[in-house]
């Protein structure tokens, strides 16, 4: 299957510390793209990062790139108990497959718990 | 005003019955989706419509229908529903080149 694996599958830290979260894929990319969902509530958009680039910062957050390695990892600087939620990394699958139409590949997500 | 707004926010039925959930989006996106996210919350991919019409079909009963009245509305009718169809359902859209994706809440269906 194409869709990307989140390594750990939970993760638990206190307020202040730095989280980081593993993506591994399996397929050529033209990007890879980071999500966020609270409890209840649908995915937000964190960040996307192009297969030709190989780090990116938004915020506390920085993802890197590594296509050789077929993975990706977020970093969440200095978290908050609000940073608690899901994170997925989704793929959007073969370019050499030409147009993906918007299909993306969701991993089952790391579940991040920040304790005040 | 919510982006992607999806409802019923939770719908509880017997196996058998049908239902739909409706979605609308106001962000002016030509290319909108279903999802559906399980117990594991593994999220694939049902279906993508471009402008009414249906580009992605991934394999789904054909229990399901999409519908595409607009390109600002895509709903979903379900027949004859199954246990295994108890998940979360989102609805998403995109803009141009179909990258980032705008996901509404979800509607959480449980099958008795």
């Known amino acids: 299957s194409q869709q990307g694996e989140e390594d750990p599958q939970a993760l638990s830290i206190q307020e202040g510390e730095n989280a980081t979260m593993n993506c591994s894929y399996k397929?050529?990319?033209?990007?890879l793209q980071w999500y966020r969902q609270n409890s209840g509530r649908g995915l937000v958009h964190l960040i996307l990062i192009r297969s030709n680039e190989r780090e990116k910062h938004s915020g506390r957050l920085r993802v890197t790139l590594d296509t050789s390695k077929k993975s990706s990892s977020l970093l969440i600087t200095a978290s908050r108990a609000a940073d608690t939620a899901s994170y997925f990394c989704a793929t959007d699958g073969a370019p050499n497959r030409g147009s993906t139409l918007g299909r993306l590949y969701f991993g089952r997500g790391t579940q991040l718990t920040v304790w005040p | 005003d919510t982006a992607v707004s999806q409802t019923p926010k939770y719908l509880v039925t017997q196996m058998g019955n049908d239902k739909s959930i409706k979605c609308e989006q106001n962000?002016?996106?030509?290319?909108m989706y279903w999802y559906k996210q399980d117990s594991k919350k593994f999220l694939k991919i049902m279906f993508s419509?471009?402008?009414?019409?249906?580009?992605i079909n991934e394999t789904v009963p054909n229990r399901f229908s999409p519908k595409s009245p607009d390109k600002a509305h895509l709903n979903l009718h379900i027949n004859s529903l199954e246990l295994g169809d108890s998940a979360v359902y989102f609805c998403a859209s995109a803009g141009t080149f179909n990258e980032k994706l705008f996901f509404g809440s979800g509607t959480q269906l449980s099958v008795l």
């Open positions: 397929t050529s990319i033209n990007n």
């Open positions: 419509y471009n402008n009414k019409e249906l580009i």
């Open positions: 962000l002016g996106h030509d290319t």
